[in-house]
């Protein structure tokens, strides 16, 4: 078996997420680069190392800790929900920010979870134990993986509080297994005003130059033991074996760094029809239909603060894909993507003749797999991020059939509290008859849900459609879904069935599970199966290239170091900004640049405390370091392996790295530390929680 990790040469240095566990491989290259630290500092499960002060927050993104006593910073927009859910018109956290000043003041978060990463091990000859290569594709050697699988993980954590995962990687060509601890009691401990953790806004985001404090400060609790405990008043602050130090120095042009993290997925080694099919297939699709969702809910927002409050959080999701898929489907088409995956195919067979039957597989199945990939996008976009009463009245479905009903409509009268403490109905009418036509429009005959044309049809527009829907609903009043819920479950079913958001959205789901998610899935299976030959042919072709495992939330390491960009003709990105940029955007007088006045008024002061330099204040820095989704929150970390900035984005250039990873354009966005500090400190008098924390300027 080829070793899918060692690397002959590495042609693009600061390309690549790397596997925590096997740094060893590039030890060398990362020292030539500027780092100081060994292989073993960054990750080692026999002592203490780097790895153990990285979390994966809340599952989606990643968090460091600061402090002994389980202070972790992750950014404004990971903790955004749960400073929304905090928030009221009373109260306006977003608005005005928050910090505890005690630990009594600290916010507790249910289902909010950190989790810690315990080791990671190469499990792919046990996960292939029994099998031959040639047996490893057929059902038979399937069913043995999966069975292998399962009595690895369950060994892993036997009399332990630990959870394992074990996930492929290079599409099954190597296994390895995750074994981490997951604490239950995260606490909001701070944040600035969304004016100044959001600054720029939807204007700013994915662009550069950034001057956004996208931070949020967090405490983990855990029970006496230190061990992970539900929430509760009897835990305590999470003694932690490992904190980051701060370098209060900061970095210089050129200076190395390191961001570790969980990114969530790329997508390197697509076929050239597979990237051709999602430029111009997914990405314009996937594009409308957010597009058409946001412009009813920034309007509603702008208009009314309460209606802000409320879509906050939501419309932060859908906007923050919006424009990156928009920078995608540019940077993309600039670089030629589809051109240069074909060259690299072209020399691929030239190595090989064979091979052409193997591509020839692939671009077969890319033909049949994107008419229900396409379905698959669209559902997602309709059903998770379109008009929310069809959720909610589809949530219905398993309380209605429960064995346990009196146990879960107790839970369900609080989820239907919650629900409607965010909800509007007539943005939610708007965003449905906007995206209905756009979803159909993009299926074709084979994934399209005959029912939804018979029911425009019938009601002779999708605008008569929506209006009837909403019309006839019982589920639009809280105070009639409460009160059935306060009856019989055979009442409530009764009256479920009989509405007309439920079975819409019960056709719809049936639709999805019964045409669209099956034969997708067997599809995704046979690409797998041959893009598993696919990649390990290439790996062979091209012995000296770089070879790296896709991003898929597991924890990884990538480097590079401080410095711009020229991205377009014209163009040159410095890499670094500072407080003054945030003055000269404010005076333009646009929405999106609204400061705090005490943030003016200590820029007139020049108050920067030890968190300056040269007179002004550092506020973001660029880098070439690989990131993608998931890398959110990931600390940046300099030569000695100490905090100098959170990763929070990308530029728009850059998002195409999920696909390509360009070296002379793909920059990550970091908010420097030092602001970050001054931000407590200074700014919000929240100095007790900078005292947590170990800062060196040496």
């Keep these: 078996m080829i070793n899918f990790i060692l690397i002959a040469h590495v042609a693009l240095a600061h390309e690549g997420m790397w596997i925590p566990s096997l740094l060893k491989v590039i030890e060398g290259d990362m020292q030539s680069k500027g780092l100081k630290l060994t292989a073993e500092d960054i990750y080692s499960i026999n002592h203490s190392s780097l790895k153990d002060a990285i979390v994966h927050f809340g599952g989606g993104c990643t968090a460091e800790v600061v402090s002994e006593e389980g202070l972790i910073l992750t950014n404004h927009h990971c903790g955004y929900s749960e400073i929304q859910q905090h928030s009221s018109p009373e109260n306006n956290l977003l608005k005005n920010g928050f910090w505890a000043m005690s630990r009594k003041e600290e916010l507790k978060n249910p289902g909010l979870t950190a989790s810690f990463i315990v080791r990671i091990e190469d499990v792919t000859d046990l996960v292939f134990k029994g099998l031959g290569e040639e047996d490893q594709n057929s059902s038979e050697g399937k069913q043995i993986i999966s069975n292998n699988i399962r009595i690895i993980e369950k060994e ?9 995962k074990i996930k492929p990687f290079y599409y099954g060509n190597k296994y390895f297994m995750i074994v981490y601890k997951t604490y239950k009691d995260v606490r909001l401990v701070g944040a600035p005003p969304s004016s100044m953790g959001k600054f720029g806004k939807d204007t700013d985001n994915w662009v550069w130059p950034r001057h956004t404090c996208d931070f949020s400060v967090f405490r983990i609790y855990a029970d006496k033991d230190n061990e992970p405990a539900p929430i509760s008043e009897e835990n305590v602050p999470y003694a932690a074996p490992r904190s980051l130090e701060i370098n209060l120095k900061g970095l210089e042009k050129d200076d190395f760094t390191m961001v570790f993290g969980f990114p969530g997925s790329t ?7 597979a990237v051709d099919n999602y430029i111009n297939r997914i990405l314009p699709a996937r594009i409308e239909m957010r597009k058409n969702s946001l412009k009813h809910i920034d309007a509603a927002m702008a208009a009314d603060e309460k209606v802000f409050i409320k879509y906050a959080a939501k419309q932060s999701r859908i906007s923050n894909a919006y424009k990156k898929w928009v920078g995608q489907d540019l940077g993309l088409r600039k670089k ?19 091979n052409q039957d193997l591509l020839n597989q692939l671009n077969d199945i890319e033909k049949q797999k994107i008419e229900y990939q396409l379905a698959y996008s669209l559902f997602v976009e309709f059903w998770r991020y379109g008009p929310e009463m069809i959720r909610f009245s589809y949530g219905f479905n398993d309380l209605i059939t429960s064995d346990n009903y009196q146990k879960e409509v107790e839970k369900k009268k609080n989820s239907v509290k919650n629900f409607f403490k965010n909800y509007e109905m007539t943005i939610d009418k708007k965003v449905f008859a906007s995206l209905l036509p756009v979803y159909l429009k993009h299926l074709n005959d084979i994934a399209k849900p005959t029912f939804l044309q018979e029911l425009i049809d019938k009601h002779g527009s999708v605008e008569e459609l929506v209006n009837s829907i909403y019309k006839k609903s019982s589920l639009l009043n809280q105070d009639e879904v409460t009160k059935c819920l306060n009856g019989s479950q055979a009442a409530l079913k009764k009256k479920i069935e009989k509405d007309p958001f439920y079975n819409f959205s019960n056709k719809l789901i049936t639709h999805f599970r019964n045409e669209i998610q099956p034969k997708l899935a067997e599809l995704e299976k046979l690409e797998s199966d041959n893009m598993r030959v696919y990649v390990k042919s290439l790996m062979e072709a091209f012995p000296k290239k770089t070879f790296w495992a896709d991003a898929n939330s597991t924890l990884r390491l990538t480097y590079g170091k401080v410095e711009g960009s020229a991205p377009r003709d014209g163009m040159q990105y410095t890499c670094y900004t500072t407080i003054d940029g945030i003055i000269e955007k404010y005076n333009t007088g646009e929405d999106d640049y609204k400061i705090p006045e005490r943030l003016l008024e200590l820029y007139k002061q020049k108050k920067y405390g030890i ?9 973001c820095f660029l880098g070439s370091n690989h990131t993608t989704g998931g890398n959110s929150g990931s600390p940046v970390l300099d030569a000695n392996g100490r905090l100098v900035g959170i990763n929070f984005d990308r530029s728009w250039e850059s998002t195409m790295s999920d696909v390509l990873f360009d070296p002379d354009i793909c920059r990550n966005i970091m908010v420097d530390i030092r602001y970050v500090l001054w ?6 008098g929240a100095g007790h929680l900078v005292d947590e924390m170990n800062l060196v300027t040496n």
């Design 156 to 164: 892993a954590i036997y009399n332990t509080n630990h959870k394992a």
């Design 267 to 273: 997508q390197q080694y697509l076929t050239s029809n």
């Design 336 to 354: 030629k993507a589809v051109e240069l995956k074909r060259e690299l195919e072209a020399k691929w067979l030239d190595s090989d003749r064979n």
């Design 611 to 619: 968190y300056g330099d040269n007179g002004t204040l550092n506020i």
């Design 679 to 684: 931000v407590m400190d200074i700014y919000a």
